[in-house]
């Protein structure tokens, strides 16, 4: 064999190897490629599933206010009706369902709202009367309707009264 026919014989077999590693490179791009957008859709997945989780909470949170934005009203009827009951045969019953009534629903988070003694917040406090007294201005001096919070979020505001300057004669 001539060195020309040496070079024909190996010039296949180089193109050949050439063509075989471009494709190797290609396939491996590709599998970059593909490894990228896998990465990419798992990252988009976990941040749906945490919106997810947190969109569940919101909606379970919500069915818990309206659901217990109506039992107040039994709250209040109870709170209205156990001084009445003193002295009744019926009436350590009705209190310990009182109290058990208030411990489930403190469980899912709601809590009075503190008002008297403190200063008047918009916020948290319905002013529906102001009294000339010795306080300091503002200072809510009677609950007349207590108000509540579910976790962090006022449900009910309190109706107060509150302390105005008195006028010097």
Known sequence: ?????ITLTNRPQEEQSEQLKQ???EQARRTDECLERLKYLQADFDNYRKWFEKEKGAIITLANEHLITDLLVILDDFERALPALD???NSEGMRMVFTKMVKILAGYGLQPIECVGKKFDPAVHEALC???CDFEPETVIEEIGKGYRLKSKVIRPSKVKI???MAKR
Do not use: I, N, P, T
Request: zero cysteines.
């Open 163 to 165: 302390a105005e300057h």
């Open 130 to 132: 102001r009294e000339q």
């Open 87 to 89: 002295g009744e045969k």
């Open 23 to 25: 494709e190797l490179e």
């Open 1 to 5: 064999m001539s060195e020309d026919e």
